[in-house]
């Protein structure tokens, strides 16, 4: 088994920037794709960025490129979410997933492992 631990979230105002943490724990050794996926009020899940084991295969929602950026550090179990530019509408709890399979998932049914969520909101 795989645990997933989010944190980083917050209250910000628009334009300011966070950094999400998705920290792993128990069979890491297993853990190849992982992602970022949100949730706000009233609309379901959505999928923000991928990215897999070497770090080198990368995807990004539209409505994030250019202001978001996924990396990771596998010495430490750990992928990050630089989040740059917030608006209001990035507002949602935010969802660390992960998959044991080789490459990169930009679905949500195609995750195994999702931590808890940590909340961002962004004021106008």
């Known amino acids: 088994q795989v645990q997933l631990e989010e944190s980083g979230g917050g209250l910000v105002q628009a334009g300011g920037s966070l950094r999400l943490s998705c920290a792993a724990s128990?069979?890491?050794?297993?853990?190849?794709?992982q992602g970022w996926f949100r949730q706000a009020p009233g609309k379901e899940r959505e999928f923000v960025a991928a990215?897999?084991?070497?770090?080198?295969?990368?995807k990004y929602a539209d409505s994030v490129k250019g202001r978001f950026t996924i990396s990771r550090d596998n010495t430490k179990n750990t992928i990050y979410l630089q989040m740059n530019s917030l608006q209001p509408e990035d507002t949602a709890v935010y969802y660390c997933a992960g998959d044991e399979r080789v490459g990169i998932r930009l679905r949500e049914n195609e995750y195994n492992y999702w931590g808890q969520g940590t909340q961002v909101t962004v004021s106008s």
């Open positions: 128990g069979r890491t050794f297993s853990l190849y794709g």
């Open positions: 990215i897999d084991w070497s770090g080198v295969i990368i």
